[in-house]
């Protein structure tokens, strides 16, 4: 473990030291420093669409770092050639990639952490009251969920060519499970055999995203959900990203790395 959080470590610093964290961060601080006009509105509906935008943005954001920092992680190693003296150490691959995936991972909760809390106070200092028992379950699952798409983008960097492919062919994947991923069944309703199955199959096999967005319960002031459902959505993707991080052992066991 300790080799594991030292390649954690190293992931973190180099993130935060790359420029395009902040450039997000200040990107969605402008956009949520539109919530300081509400009160000149004094509409409850365009109070709820300015926090669906702002949320709106806090996902795209969160995702772009984790699929842009995973993808580049081993590639970069590579291209410059600091991957065998990594593994000339005491440090396995498995550790390796374990490393990668915590590294990222826990970058990714860093900067949910600073979006959600910029994000509450400003709603907080117009509306008043502060829910913070939603925030942290949003936050918290949208964190969960973060880490299978890391896990994703780490497998896909041992498959693809070059990391622009593989963050872009991830962004794409994770983007279609979130917006029509919880559709397939009713699609597939609709077509005849094999092809209905085939996407019933397909329905059962990928990742559900979109029962990780607790973006509703901020919106709509919504009370908190059971934690019994919480714990039950961490599991789930516990699986998935045990799945993902299996399956990029196995592939970079068997990948030359000069």
Known sequence: MNNIFAVAGIVIKELYRRKDVYVLFVLTVLLCLLMGSVHFFDDGRIVRYLKEICLLLVWISSLIIAITCAARQIPAERENRTLLPLLAKPLTRWQ??????????????????????????????????????EY?????????????VVALA???????AAPSSNATICFATVTGILVLGRHLNKIALQLPEPRR???????????????FDLRDLIIHDWPPIAWTVCGL???????????????S????RRKAVN
């Open 197 to 211: 199955s085939l996407l019933y199959g397909l329905y059962y096999v990928i990742p559900h995203f979109e029962l």
């Open 136 to 148: 942290f379950q949003a936050a918290l699952l949208h964190w969960v969920m973060l880490g299978v």
């Open 154 to 160: 780490l497998f896909g960097s041992l498959i693809f």
């Open 249 to 252: 052992c196995f592939v970079f």
């Open 96 to 133: 390796l990639v374990l490393g990668k995936f915590f590294g990222c991972w826990f970058a990714c909760g860093l900067a949910l952490l600073c979006f959600y809390l910029f994000f509450g106070l400003l709603a907080a200092s117009r509306e008043h009251y502060w829910p913070v028992l």
């Open 233 to 247: 959505a961490m599991l789930y993707a516990a699986a998935y990203g045990t799945v993902f991080l299996a399956a």
